[in-house]
Nanobody, 126 residues
Framework: QVQLVESGGGLVQPGGSLRLSCAPS????????IGWFRQAPGKEREFVGC?????????LYADSVKGRFTISRDNGKNTVYLQMNNLKPEDTALYYC??????????????????WGQGTQVTVSS
């Protein structure tokens, strides 16, 4: 069993930045693909990005965040980060990190992730 705790959410103005953290416990997060998902009120949960480790690190991002969001790892701290720049109001959502071992072609599918955090709220508003 892997437990995940997200932190770093908050209220920011459009164009601002936030860095979310995902701290795994109860297991080695480095063995898993770590994905970030988000869910806005009244909408389905959607893929944001992931870091998949196989022959090397592979990073995938949703088109809506590509070029603005970056996932990184600090293996020494066993922490995964989601750096969010140039935030837009449509980025407002509850953000989750998740761990699993999806194949590459299914890495954007939430069904490939076995462990989920409780989420951290990101609100982008003037």
């Amino acid at each position: 069993q892997v437990q995940l705790v997200e932190s770093g959410g908050g209220l920011v103005q459009p164009g601002g930045s936030l860095r979310l953290s995902c701290a795994p416990s109860g297991g080695d997060g480095g063995r898993y693909t770590i994905g970030w998902f988000r869910q806005a009120p009244g909408k389905e949960r959607e893929f944001v990005g992931c870091n998949r480790r196989s022959a090397g690190d592979t990073y995938l991002y949703a088109d809506s965040v590509k070029g603005r969001f970056t996932i990184s790892r600090d293996n020494g701290k066993n922490t995964v980060y989601l750096q969010m720049n140039n935030l837009k109001p449509e980025d407002t959502a509850l953000y989750y990190c998740a761990a699993g071992r999806p194949i590459l072609s299914a890495a954007r599918d939430e069904t490939g992730y076995w462990y989920w955090g409780q989420g951290t709220q990101v609100t982008v508003s003037s």
